[in-house]
């Protein structure tokens, strides 16, 4: 009985063996045949969320042994339709572009020839998507403006008037504007007296946003929240704040990104609200699509990706003091 027993087990063994070898192999050979993959990443301008965005098509471009040109356009068009016009010269197989401006995507479409673009968080209208050729992976910009626009609601749902200031980001992007719309929508429709006191463009910038509210302060107009459509805008008003001594405990702050310095000053209390924005798993998703569109992987394992095939959607997600300890760095 125990001879068979031992048999047994040699046997079960030998199959796990065998399994655990071919799928070893399997991916030793996924990971060789997108050797040959070349991505071309265009990003629009570096900065703190957009950090995370490359280190994440970094990661998943090494975990899949594709090769991967990053290089910043530093917020300059020009420079974004050159590196594009040099990816399709150097016959690159994918193109991987986060926008310094969607108006311009038919340029940047133009610049790359034939080569299919991954567009990923600066989102070009639908009109320019084709499944297979052309597609976005990103967030829905106007989700993380209404997740706002709810916290706003429930913070001060005594209130039947709301005074609202809103620093946004650059005019030419579209986060700007879906944000701004979904915060809008939502605060519009909740029947309540919204004035919107000041808007303005802090084009993601720190110090601008500082600058801005304080010009705001100067008119003495009453104020019971600051929305802005990212984490480094809605520092630079914890800034002021404390500056002038304004308690920011009683006026929610709120930002979009879930940064490490946004978390922080929440914790702190300096910060009411954000809303996490996955840099990593949209890189992850853009270089998955990528490797899609040069004929290398399967659609089917793409996770968010619609059935139309122009759009893979990264889920943004809630952060307040009651969750943030999770998202913090």
């Not at 046997?11 to 030793?28: P, R, V």
């Not at 050159?82 to 016959?91: C, I, T």
């Not at 310094?100 to 790359?112: F, P, R, Y």
């Not at 946004?168 to 929508?185: E, F, I, L, M, Y």
Request: proline fraction near 2%.
């Amino acid at each position: 009985m125990k001879k068979h027993n031992r048999k047994k087990i040699m046997i079960l063994w030998s199959i796990f063996l065998f399994c655990l070898t071919a799928l070893t192999g399997c991916q030793k050979n996924a990971a060789q045949e997108n050797k040959n993959i070349r991505i071309f990443f265009s990003l629009n301008s570096m900065d703190t969320f957009r950090q995370t965005l490359v280190n994440g098509a970094k990661e998943k471009a090494e975990q899949e042994g594709i090769q991967l040109v990053v290089e910043d356009a530093q917020g300059s068009i020009e420079t974004q339709v050159e590196q594009l016009k040099r990816a399709a010269k150097e016959h690159y197989d994918v193109i991987i572009c986060s926008a310094v401006s969607v108006d311009t995507t038919i340029q940047l479409k133009m610049s790359a020839g034939d080569i299919p673009i991954v567009f990923v968080n600066s989102r070009p209208d639908e009109k320019y998507l084709e499944a297979g050729k052309y597609v976005y992976v990103g967030s829905d910009d106007q989700t993380a403006g209404a997740f706002q626009a709810e916290y706003v609601l429930e913070k001060l749902a005594n209130q039947q008037e709301i005074n609202v200031v809103i620093l946004k980001g650059p005019k030419n992007h579209s986060a700007t504007k879906g944000r701004t719309n979904g915060v809008k929508q939502a605060l519009n429709a909740s029947q309540k007296q919204i004035h919107y006191v000041f808007e303005d463009h802090a084009e993601w910038d720190t110090e601008l946003a500082k600058q801005l509210f304080e010009l705001f302060l100067q008119t003495e107009r009453p104020v019971d929240c600051v929305i802005c459509n990212n984490d480094s805008m809605a520092l630079g008003v914890v800034e002021i704040c404390k500056e002038i001594g304004l308690d920011s405990n009683t006026l929610p702050i709120l930002g979009v990104d879930a940064t490490a310095d946004g978390c922080a000053a929440i914790q702190s209390g300096d910060m009411a609200f954000t809303v996490y924005q996955s840099g990593i798993g949209q890189g992850n998703a853009a270089v998955d699509m990528a490797i899609h569109l040069a004929g290398g992987g399967n659609k089917n394992k793409i996770e968010g990706l619609t059935e139309d095939g122009k759009y893979v959607w990264i889920d943004f997600e809630r952060v307040d003091k009651n969750n943030v300890s999770k998202y913090a760095k």
